[in-house]
């Protein structure tokens, strides 16, 4: 049985979505979610799922030690990042050294980076006239959005797509790929 952990700061609609999907599986499980906002969605998703929820503040995030000691207790095997927005630190990449995956809404390396989440990417998008967008699952290293790549989808956008067109767009995409992506990976390594 590998375990999850999944680490968000806002909505928690992918985090939701993957604990559904892993529910009746024998295989993969999540075990714990985690997050750095005290008023994020997320921790109501994970009360009405019954997973135990953990607030960090940055300061132990990037400590890591407690954290640690954390995800040890709940036999974390891998963590996924479903719109966290902190940096991962160093000392946490080296204890799950390819072991971090992390969604973007956007084709990386295009709109990726500090600032770069939500609403901020699909506005640059759409100012910037791309013909194209998508979502990239990528393994987390110590930049943002910049380790290897595991899966990308494209579409191609509508001469009127408007920010709630693409927002969506970009949501279906998520909810249908990421659960089935992180699967193929976890079985793959
Ligand atoms: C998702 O669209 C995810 O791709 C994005 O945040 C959203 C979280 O939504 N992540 C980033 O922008 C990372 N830079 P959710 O909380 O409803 O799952």
Known sequence: MKKLAIFGSGAGSN????????NKSSDIKVVMMCTNRK???IIERAKKLNIPMVIISKTELENFDDLAKILEKYKVDYIILAGFLLKIPSKMLEKYQNKIINIHPSLLPKYGGKGMYGKNIYKAVLENKEVESG???HFVNQNYDEGEIIFQESFILSPDES???LTTKVHELEQSLFPKIIEKTLFSL
């Open 15 to 22: 985090a939701e979505n993957i604990c559904d999907y892993f």
């Open 39 to 41: 008023n994020a969605f």
């Open 135 to 137: 979502i990239s699952i």
């Open 163 to 165: 920010l709630n067109s």
